[in-house]
């Protein structure tokens, strides 16, 4: 008899992300990491003597410590060859209108300035190393809301602000990265919500890495006051090149007694990313941080945002899922740190792997001895869509507090047949059927997501039936 | 149709992993007909329900099936879902995430029905009603929680909004409870006024046939098809069970 056919869910159109532009107009230095590559990017963005200081410490530490032995591996990334930074040939502006065709026509694409007039109270926009856009409703600066680029920042009003808080929740010693980071950081962006204010539209920034064998280091850095509430969006992507490109940016989010942040990435990196991504926030008292984390692109991926809850009662919550198809090694997860009496956290998150693709959630859970009375709840659930992916869960708690509550689940999955012939007996086509299946698996996740990133998501899992969800 | 049939399976035989399970099934529904098919535990009967629409986890190892006219043995379970049959699931699966309506609506426009959202929601609830079914359970995971006599009802709303040619019924589970039996029996009485539609039911249970005229018995046994005749076959089985059956397969 004829063979069974068996379709599959597609793979993840990426082609939406996948176009490049010339880098000829680009100013590159030389790849590599020098004391003098160090300094030159620091003279070029003619930044506080601190910070070059900060610069050079790093990259001492940088070339002191070893890479991590544990997670995927990362031999194919040579660090000899990672051009740190590439200059777009301009300087950054607040309307697109004066923004370099090439790279105001790669932000059309990617649907940005859309966004912007339709929901977002304000957009930043990096290209390669630098921000080429940046601009925020008039309504939102009279709130007295700052959002801007971080290395402006470091010249105005909140300038002795930032230099206390810069990299003290990801000190360039965490890990190699974070040194790499500290040395070469470029770009980013800085948002100062003030003491009892409320952005009812959220910011965006948006990263686009377009030259090839180049990292970003971009730098975001969020203080969020007291009784203050923001939603901030992270966005990006890449052309895919044959060559390594590295992604090592870091977020830093202070969130403020009773105030509120909620921080969505949706991470669509090309297949030959190695995206080490560092993330941390630090909760004051009754402070809510409410991560969304959507992670589908990159050929390797460590990310595990974390949430340091260290004022009373304090609350952390993260959603996450993460897609891994062909040639992709996504090892995601969170940290989460009961640092004080009453806090309390829950995870919640999704894997997905197809086509020899491998998933790995890993998180930690600590309690210190001050957590009384806290609680934290992990679940997470993986779906191998067929026998050659793969998905592993790798979850770590350390609890040092008798008065703790601490929850762990976890479920890993195939995708049944049994299901996938109850949907063909209606009617339904096979990959239709697993479509369905699929996003049906998603749902709690792309609920969470802000419309348009929802919607993005399922055409990214290749829903075709619009119309039939809700 | 000019020849009668709109069901008919010849030699079919078919296999799980190189197990052969159904031996040459010989049989016949003609249009508009309800026929039951009954048979001991293990004797196959849901194996060709399922072989009939196409489930893949079976291989056919000779013989065709044909439907409404044409061969649709080598099609797949939503090609022949589209020519017209439909099986109802013995324990019908779970799909988190995916509310009711939503799959519903999936199925009605797989078939390229173009329905307004609001008479699509109309039309559900005003099935739903009509099988005591809380319209509140279209908003619902599709089959998540729901308990044996719900999913029943799912089932048959199915039923009532594709209007099948041919409606395979398999109700082998005997542990059907009151509440699931009479919402069966109210599907199909439902798609037999609706639509006049043509039945094959699978059953141990003969409770679920009371309302029906049942035109034809088939009886199977160890993967074969070993007697059939008129409804009164139905006592006698109940009377005796399948022993003389089961007695000559085991000579032969």
């Known amino acids: 008899m004829a063979e069974k056919k068996r379709t599959q869910v597609d793979d993840i159109d990426r ?26 990017i620091s003279e070029r963005k003619g930044e506080p003597e601190w910070m070059l200081e900060h610069r050079l410490k790093s990259l001492e530490v940088y070339n002191s410590i070893d890479m991590s032995d544990w997670g995927p591996s990362i031999d194919g990334l040579d660090m000899d060859n990672i051009v740190t930074y590439v200059k777009p ?10 923004v370099p065709d090439n790279i105001k026509d790669t932000f059309d694409r990617l649907g940005i300035p859309q966004a912007e007039r339709s929901y977002l109270a304000g957009v930043g926009a990096q290209y390669d190393s630098e921000l080429v856009y940046h601009s925020m409703q008039e309504s939102a600066a009279k709130m007295g809301i700052v959002y801007s680029g971080i290395e402006e920042a470091l010249h105005g009003e909140y300038a002795e602000l930032i230099r206390s808080k810069f990299m003290t929740l990801i000190p360039p010693t965490d890990h190699k990265f974070a040194a790499l980071h500290g040395a070469v950081w470029s770009g980013g962006s800085f948002v100062y919500v003030p003491r009892g204010v409320r952005l009812d539209y959220p910011l965006q920034s948006y990263f686009r890495l377009n030259a090839k064998g180049a990292g970003q280091f971009e730098h975001t850095l969020i203080i969020v006051e007291d009784d203050a509430d923001l939603h901030f969006i992270e966005g990006c992507s890449a052309p895919k090149y044959n060559v ?14 009773r105030a509120h942040l909620r921080y969505s990435t949706i991470e669509n990196w090309s297949k030959n990313m190695y995206n080490l991504n560092t993330k941390r926030c630090r909760c004051e008292e009754e402070g809510e941080i409410e991560w969304i984390s959507g992670s589908f692109g990159s050929h390797v991926g460590y990310l595990y945002p974390m949430s340091i809850l260290a004022g009373r009662k304090a609350r952390a919550s993260f959603t996450g899922i993460t897609f891994a198809g062909r040639g992709q090694n996504l090892d995601t997860g969170c940290k989460v ?40 709840t992990v679940s997470c659930q993986s779906l191998m869509l067929d026998d050659r992916s793969r998905s592993d869960t790798i979850p770590a708690m350390d609890i040092r507090c008798k008065n703790v509550d601490i929850g762990h689940e976890a479920t890993i999955g195939r995708i049944g047949d049994d299901k996938v012939f109850y949907l063909m007996s209606r009617g339904v086509s096979e990959e239709e059927a697993k479509a369905m299946i699929v996003n049906g698996f998603a749902e709690p996740i792309s609920k969470e997501l802000p419309l348009e990133y929802a919607v993005e998501m399922n055409n990214l899992i290749k829903l075709e039936m619009e119309g039939a969800i809700g | 149709m000019s020849n009668g049939a709109l069901l008919r399976c010849c030699g079919l035989s078919a296999a799980v992993e190189e197990k052969q399970i159904l031996h040459e099934i010989d049989f016949e529904v003609p249009q508009g007909e309800v026929h039951v098919l009954m048979g001991p535990n293990g004797a196959g009967k849901s194996t060709l329900g399922h072989v009939l629409m196409g489930d893949p986890v079976y291989d056919i190892t000779a013989g065709s099936i044909e439907f409404d006219g044409a061969d649709i043995t080598e099609l797949t379970p939503d090609k022949r879902s589209l ?40 039309q559900t609830k005003a099935l739903a009603e009509t ?23 799912v089932e048959m709303l199915q039923l009532l909004m594709l209007k099948p040619k041919l409606a395979i019924l398999d109700e082998t589970d005997s542990g059907l409870d009151v509440d699931a039996l009479s919402v069966v029996s109210r599907g199909m009485e439902l798609y037999r006024e609706q639509c006049d539609g043509t039945l094959l039911i699978i059953t141990h249970n003969t409770r679920i046939l009371e309302h029906l005229n049942v035109d034809r018995v088939h009886v199977m046994v160890a993967g074969r098809m070993v007697a059939y005749g008129t409804a009164s076959l139905i006592e006698e089985i109940d009377a005796q069970g399948f022993e003389r059956y089961e007695a000559a397969v085991a000579i032969d």
């Open chain 2, 83 to 122: 020519a017209g049959m439909f099986l109802s699931f013995q324990a019908p699966v779970e799909i988190p995430g995916v509310p009711l309506r939503s799959f519903l609506r999936a199925m009605v426009e797989g078939r390229g029905e173009k329905m307004k959202n609001k008479e699509f929601r109309k």
């Open chain 1, 244 to 257: 390594a490109n590295l992604h090592a940016g870091a977020v830093e989010l202070f969130v403020g007694k």
């Open chain 1, 15 to 40: 082609s939406m992300y996948d176009f490049r532009y010339d880098d000829a107009d680009a100013e590159k230095l030389d790849a590599g990491l020098t004391p003098d590559i160090v300094r030159e």
């Open chain 1, 337 to 376: 740190v009961l640092a004080a009496p009453g806090t309390s956290a829950s995870v919640e998150t999704k894997g997905i792997s197809k086509d020899g693709g491998i998933q790995t959630f890993r998180s930690s859970v600590v309690a210190t001895p001050a957590a009384n009375g806290s609680r934290c």
């Open chain 1, 89 to 98: 040939p301009t300087e950054q502006k607040s309307d697109w209108e004066s």
């Open chain 2, 131 to 153: 099988l005591d079914m809380d319209p509140a359970y279209l908003d619902r995971e599709l089959g998540v929680g729901f308990s044996g006599g719900e999913k029943k009802k």
